[in-house]
């Protein structure tokens, strides 16, 4: 099993530009999460997905969206870019159900606003 | 709404010595999970412990265990016989499963530093 990917590993985006972050996991699990980690902060949900077809915001959603049409993919969609974007992206996965307790994380992506 | 505090930003230790890391959370469930992770330089969380709060007994996972007090609401993490390979920033995180939703709630890390 590969676990979590994430692509890219690195993006400079320019203000106003748009992208989409991949997420893949490949051991059938149910809920899905995106978070973002600043310079020496912790990191803080985005959105998050209990299933297919199902999402729901985190804390801090806004200039984000999401979409979760299989079990194995949860792309982040970033619209009109700004510098406030810029922070290191984790996509964490999990089974699901009270003995599921484990995140498995993706390697992060990198993301420059400048 | 849960919160997650780590009140020491940076701590240091003598390789081979032990150091405890602290953090305290908020919350009115009664059942829940607590975690400690670590994050080394090249950004990849690794799970470190975990503590069940219906369980009274302190999670121990060889050189690292908690101190899990849950009527204050602590969740400590202590390092026994440091090593270089320790060094790297910590998050405590608490996970939340309200109406079967499981959300994490992070800290905002303590950076150790282990000194030779």
């Known amino acids: 099993n590969a676990g979590v990917t994430q692509t890219p590993k690195f993006r400079i985006l320019k203000i106003g530009q748009s992208m989409t972050l991949q997420c893949t996991q490949d051991m059938n699990h149910n809920y899905m999460y995106w978070y973002r980690q600043d310079p020496g902060m912790g990191l803080k949900l985005i959105y998050y997905?209990?299933?297919?077809?199902?999402?729901d915001k985190g804390e801090v959603p806004n200039g984000y969206n999401v979409s979760r049409s299989t079990t194995e993919d949860f792309p982040l969609r970033l619209e009109l870019a700004a510098p406030s974007q810029t922070s290191v992206y984790f996509c964490?996965?999990?089974?699901?159900?009270?003995?599921?307790?484990?995140?498995?994380f993706g390697p992060g992506t990198r993301l420059t606003v400048t | 709404a849960q919160t997650v505090t780590q009140s020491q930003p940076e701590m240091s230790v003598q390789e081979a010595e032990t150091v405890t890391l602290s953090c305290t959370y908020d919350?009115?469930?009664?059942?829940?999970?607590l975690f400690w992770y670590k994050q080394p330089p090249s950004r990849q969380m690794i799970l470190v412990i975990r503590?069940?709060?219906?369980?009274?007994q302190n999670a121990t996972e060889n050189r690292f265990s908690v101190n899990f007090q849950k009527a204050a609401k602590s969740f400590s993490l202590k390092i026994s016989d440091s090593q270089l390979g320790d060094a790297a920033m910590y998050f405590c995180?608490?996970?939340?499963?309200?109406?079967?939703?499981?959300?994490?709630?992070f800290g905002t890390g303590t950076r150790l530093k282990v000194l030779a």
């Open positions: 964490a996965s999990i089974k699901g159900g009270t003995a599921s307790y484990e995140q498995y």
């Open positions: 997905s209990v299933g297919a077809g199902i999402t």
């Open positions: 995180a608490y996970r939340t499963s309200t109406s079967g939703t499981y959300k994490y709630i």
């Open positions: 503590q069940e709060a219906y369980k009274q």
């Open positions: 919350t009115s469930e009664s059942d829940y999970y």
